[in-house]
């Protein structure tokens, strides 16, 4: 059973940036593809980034390539999604999800992910 526990939400103004967290426990982290998600109000959740076990492989969104960087630390069990020059319709609580995959791989669809975290808000102000 993997605890993935995200961290580093907050309030922002349009064009500043948040550096989000995600701790994991429980796995072997190096074998866990993982994912960031985002859920606005009255809308539907959408992959946000993800990163293959190697951190070799990455995907992200169009609305937010080039704004956004995804990263992992295995020594760690980290994984990091950095977004700069946020905007208002950034403005989510985002979550963190694993899915141990056999290589190294990105996994692009929820309905895939078996852990997912708490999720942690994120305000952009105009």
């Known amino acids: 059973q993997v605890q993935l526990v995200e961290s580093g939400g907050g309030l922002v103004q349009a064009g500043g940036s948040l550096r989000l967290s995600c701790a994991a426990s429980?796995?072997?982290?190096?074998?866990?593809?993982m994912g960031w998600f985002r859920q606005a109000p009255g809308k539907e959740r959408e992959l946000v980034a993800a990163i293959s076990w190697s951190g070799g492989r990455t995907y992200y969104a169009d609305s937010v390539k080039g704004r956004f960087a995804n990263s992992r630390d295995n020594a760690k069990n980290t994984v990091s999604l950095q977004m700069n020059n946020l905007k208002p319709e950034d403005t989510a609580v985002y979550y963190c999800?694993?899915?141990?995959?056999?290589?190294?791989?990105?996994?692009?669809?929820?309905?895939?992910?078996?852990?997912w975290g708490q999720g942690t808000g994120v305000t952009v102000s105009s």
């Open positions: 999800a694993a899915k141990r995959t056999t290589g190294s791989i990105v996994v692009v669809t929820s309905e895939q992910y078996d852990y």
């Open positions: 429980g796995g072997t982290f190096s074998r866990y593809a």
